[in-house]
């Protein structure tokens, strides 16, 4: 079996589809109710499932591209305070996966590495909002953010297990030329 070759404009619709599933997924999450017993303000994540798509199968310079956009897209509906604290948050996490993903190789699961992104998450960006506040709301906050990191966690790295057969799928699908030929004959 021939294997497409992973041309500039593939990997850019290749990313491109993947910012929109982020978008899409961060839109999903705006739908879904606040959860009881959860802090104000936690919400599922359900966007970094994509975060993690790229830093277990495709590079890091991909991953920190789709955190950076996913920012970028807070910025378009939430504005800049909104902007720094989707930045913090994703930069950290971004940071502790990467980290992990490196010291542990592939003894470390998709669900932990998920829970330590998701804790470090909320971390980056309570230590941003306390410091934009000027207040020591993050010694308070944090055992509630760890908990909620635990379980968020939890979950997106469950839906990512789940959804990785239809990402690859994204991922290795053929070319096909506008007459319907396959373009790698």
Do not use: W
């Amino acid at each position: 079996m021939k294997t497409v070759k992973k041309t500039s404009s593939y990997n850019i619709a290749l990313m491109g589809i993947l910012y929109a599933l982020a978008i899409v997924l961060t839109g999903v999450e705006y739908l879904i109710p606040p959860l009881p017993l959860m802090p104000p303000g936690v919400k599922l994540g359900l966007a970094n499932i994509v975060t993690m798509y790229c830093l277990f199968f495709l590079s890091k310079k991909q991953m920190f591209l789709i955190v950076f956009l996913k920012s970028a897209f807070v910025f378009l509906i939430r504005g800049a305070t909104a902007f720094l604290i989707s930045l913090a948050g994703g930069v950290l996490s971004a940071l502790v996966m990467v980290l992990l993903a490196a010291l542990a190789g592939k003894r470390l699961s998709y669900l932990v590495i998920s829970i330590f992104g998701a804790i470090s998450h909320n971390v980056g960006q309570l230590i941003l909002a306390s410091f934009l506040l000027g207040t020591n709301l993050f010694t308070y906050y944090l055992p509630l953010l760890i908990i909620a990191g635990v379980i968020m966690g939890y979950i997106t790295g469950m839906v990512l297990k789940i959804v990785i057969p239809a990402l690859d799928r994204i991922r290795n699908s053929r070319h096909s030329a506008p007459d319907g030929r396959r373009s790698d004959k």
